[in-house]
């Protein structure tokens, strides 16, 4: 009995163990892009304990510090959006500033280009409070609204740029807007996330996203699609690592999202969300069948939809 006892205590444990290893091997990248390679990779108070086969020594790290971490098949098993994000965020202002530089140093500077007040395909400048209004082309409010950055306890504005995702608040009032179906900014159209989780396709479900009051630009639209991006997870996967429950659940839960394409179907007024690469290829097989991918990962290759889109739109 003694020994039938020990047996199972030592099944536990190795059971406990295995629970906590989020990967055996793999690579760490950083928020400034230093790679490390590890074995036995554990998330411990708030922080990732591995052992660096380089050195010969266990470490630890902050999470906080860490960009994205792939085992050694590349299945990634952590991605900390808010670096990714601010990241993206970053290097798009470089190039701002760079743009301003040359301009700058022009003997003539070129004069600035107004704002358009229109955007393509006839959308005036403005907030659409509804599905209707925006069908309709017409706006609820000319009301002035500034972007803001998506992450950080305190909203900046975006200044001098046309922001891929981000919060619209009122200028005069600095209030954010919520419950709203788009945005015409500078004629550029911005769908908010949970207007499009609100009017998605019906078989589009199980779709969440961390910032529902976001929002994001259309990259690319035409007479029968606009086409726009948005990091979604599914909400039943999320929902069980978060239920896995402790620091191991939270990190593996925030990790779920990823960036899919959308397309705003303005004959059947609804959004379609390429929910997989599989959801992908059965929107654009009738379409356009030289825009069906292999499916090698569970997502299709992004830069791959922006092109068959441009086929379509």
């Not at 660096?52 to 960009?67: F, L, Q, R």
């Not at 925006?134 to 009301?143: D, M």
């Not at 529902?212 to 948005?230: D, Q």
């Amino acid at each position: 009995m003694k020994q039938v006892l020990l047996l199972l205590f030592f099944i536990a444990t190795s059971y406990c163990n295995a629970q906590d290893l989020l990967a055996k091997k793999g690579t760490i990248t950083l928020a400034t892009n230093e790679k490390i390679s590890f074995e036995r990779l554990e998330l411990v108070d708030g922080h990732f304990k591995y052992f660096e086969p380089t050195t010969g020594e266990d470490k630890k790290i902050a999470i906080s510090t860490v960009k994205v971490i792939d085992d050694e098949n590349h299945k990634r098993v952590f991605t900390n959006r808010n670096i990714i994000i601010s990241t993206e965020f970053s290097q798009g202002m470089v190039i701002e500033k760079t743009k301003a530089d040359t301009i700058a140093s022009a003997k003539k500077p070129a004069p600035k280009k107004e704002d358009a007040k229109v955007a393509a395909n006839g959308y005036p400048n403005g907030i659409y409070y509804t599905k209707e209004d925006f069908i309709n082309k017409v706006p609820n409010s000319t009301a002035v609204v500034i972007p803001k950055g998506l992450v950080g306890f305190t909203k900046e504005e975006i200044v001098d740029d046309i922001p891929a995702e981000c919060y619209f608040y009122l200028k005069n009032e600095d209030k954010k807007l919520k419950r709203v179906f788009a945005v015409c900014y500078k004629g550029h159209i911005y769908f908010q996330t949970q207007a499009i989780l609100d009017n998605r396709n019906k078989t589009d479900r199980a779709q969440t996203n961390h910032f529902p009051n976001g929002f994001a630009k259309v990259i690319s639209l035409g007479e029968n699609y606009y086409y726009t991006e948005v990091s979604l997870a599914n909400k039943w996967a999320q929902g069980f690592a978060y239920g896995s429950g402790g620091a191991v659940g939270g990190a593996i839960g925030s990790s779920l999202g990823n960036h899919k394409g959308i397309v705003w179907d303005v004959k059947n007024k609804e959004f379609n969300i390429f929910k997989n690469c599989n959801d992908y290829n059965d929107f654009i097989k009738v379409l356009y069948p030289e825009g069906v991918q292999e499916c090698k990962n569970h997502q299709p290759d992004i830069v791959k939809v922006r092109e068959a889109i441009e086929k379509i739109k």
